[in-house]
């Protein structure tokens, strides 16, 4: 096996130095324009690859395969096993080559590889997920009322090509869940990774091509989101879009396809709450709560950012989280050591600074972090100390807003009511979590809550069996479990004269 990279020695085995390419069609091609983008890993600011830079003529080509690849190849011939079969293998074949799609996660977008090594088992147990889901989807015998002898059942049928549009903070997952449900349905698949972090998605594409799956069922377009993008969501071709990014580009999406009123589901932003009762565990909530926040330096929709915390044991439990922020080692992703990485990108960086300024402006008192690391390495990429603003006020931008970055508002309440009240004003409804020992207050909590997912006494749990999605602007749609499937499913009822 080809030696993983390190700090010491970053040099991936997937970087040739060549120019990596779209597969469209089950073939590298090169952009029909012929460009390319850079992209570089955000801890050190070092260049890692140029990258095809697809654009609508390119979708466009990838659409027509995808719609070849569903109406005549022998994909739309194929049985349940069969595809069931392709999708093992592709699971083994991940299996086989997961560190080093867990390391180019790693050195494309930051997360350390305590982070993209441990999502292992969600990875794996989405791809085994799905292969189980391939061979197990059914209509049903419905008794109608009609006079005579007629008959009726559905069948279920899947959806076409479907465009699928990712974020890039956490790209082997996103790649899996939209291709997983994809070829367990015998959907056709374009997929447009998110610019700042194509990498995960392209050595992917060459296991897909290994594992056998058919020329044109998966098709892989990097580029960027207002041109590659926009021209997927709105192209006449597509049936759905399975999307996950920020609402703004969500409502983009969703004007986008107008043009032929295609399927969308869409997994949005969050400003989740985490409650705190004073009858908590605090030992699990401390560290709970700080990560429901500063995984992933914060860059997860479901980020449990809005922290309430009851007002008898607020000053004490802040001082824990924040004390808990400052002792995590932030670093370098490479570094087995390291539990925060960078921010992804410049903009981001510039995004969550711009935010640590107006929570100070608001008045907000940052008694952890609340600054960019500038200090020695440091100073290559993009890093923002893990941060808690105490004192925050419902009615603050750092309460309303999300800033996808390690930044936490710590928000003092003082009882049930009130608190579900004011963890349900805002736009968004993806995450939240509740922490108390009390069970009548958890269950009272957890059907009050207006959000997708409830975590009690933890924080951010995930299965490939539970459904997962959003509540008002977080989104519509689930992913995960078997109502995953439904979207990617048409229904269809026949009707037999029987006599
Ligand atoms: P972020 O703010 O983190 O960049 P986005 O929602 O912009 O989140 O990005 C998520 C994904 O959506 C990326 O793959 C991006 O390229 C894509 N995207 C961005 N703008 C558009 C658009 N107008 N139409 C379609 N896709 C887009
Ligand atoms: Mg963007």
Redesign the pocket.
């Known amino acids: 096996m080809t030696a993983l990279p390190t700090v010491a020695n970053p040099h991936h085995p997937f970087l040739d130095g060549k120019p990596k390419k779209l597969l469209i069609g089950g073939r590298w091609v090169e952009a029909a324009s012929g460009e390319t983008f850079e992209t570089h890993n955000p801890a050190t600011g070092a260049h890692l690859a140029h990258v095809a830079k697809g654009d609508k003529e390119d979708i466009d080509r990838a659409v027509a395969a995808a719609r070849k690849a569903f109406e005549e190849g022998p994909w739309s011939r194929m049985k349940p096993y069969e595809r069931q079969r392709l999708i093992l293998k592709l699971a083994d074949l991940v299996e086989r080559h997961y560190e080093e799609l867990a390391t180019l996660d790693t050195i494309d977008m930051g997360a350390p590889v305590v982070r993209t090594f441990g999502n292992r088992q969600r990875v794996m147990g989405m791809l085994h997920y799905y292969a189980g889901l391939s061979i197990n989807i059914h209509g049903e015998t419905i008794d109608n009322s009609l006079p005579g002898e007629i008959f009726s059942y559905t069948l279920k049928e899947p959806v076409g090509v479907v465009g699928a549009i990712i974020?890039w903070n956490g790209p082997l997952t996103a790649c899996v869940w939209k291709i997983g449900p994809a070829l367990a349905t015998g959907c056709t698949i374009v997929l447009k990774p998110?610019?700042?972090a194509p990498l995960t998605a392209l050595r992917l594409g060459e296991l897909i091509v290994e594992a056998g799956i058919p020329d044109g069922v998966v098709n892989i377009v990097t580029g960027?989101?207002?041109t590659a993008g926009a021209a997927l969501a709105e192209h006449m071709d597509v049936d759905k879009i399975a999307f996950t990014?920020?609402h703004f580009?969500g409502q983009k999406i969703v004007h986008a396809s107008t043009s032929n009123l295609k399927r969308i589901s869409l997994e949005l932003g969050g400003k989740s709450p985490d409650i705190v009762f004073a009858d908590a565990d605090l030992d699990l909530a401390v560290p709970g709560a700080s990560m429901g926040v500063f995984a992933n330096s914060g860059q997860i929709c479901s980020a449990g950012t809005r922290l309430f915390v009851e007002r008898r044991i607020y000053d004490e439990f802040t001082e824990r989280v924040a004390d808990f922020g400052r002792k995590l080692r932030v670093g370098n992703g490479l570094d087995p050591e390291t539990q925060i990485g960078p921010l992804v990108s410049a903009?981001q960086l510039d995004r969550v600074t711009d935010y640590l300024s107006i929570g100070r402006q608001e008045g907000a008192r940052p008694i952890a972090g609340g600054m960019q690391l500038t200090d020695g390495d440091y100073a290559k990429g993009y890093f923002v100390a893990p941060t808690v603003f105490a004192d925050v006020r419902d009615d603050m931008r750092i309460a309303q807003e999300e800033i996808f970055g390690p930044v936490l508002s710590a928000i003092p309440f003082d009882d049930v009511e009130e608190v579900i009240r004011r963890g349900n004003q805002t736009q968004f409804g993806l995450g939240s979590g509740v922490w108390t020992r009390d069970v009548s207050k958890a269950h009272r909590v957890a059907k009050g809550l207006r959000a997708g997912s409830v975590w009690v006494n933890c924080y951010q749990a995930m299965d490939p069996a539970v459904p997962f999605g959003g509540y008002k602007m977080s989104g519509y749609g689930r992913e995960s479990g078997i109502q995953h499937l439904e979207e990617y499913l048409n229904v269809k009822a026949v009707w037999i004269k029987t006599a």
Do not use: C, L, V, Y
């Open positions: 974020p998110a610019e700042e960027f989101g207002e990014g920020s580009t903009e």
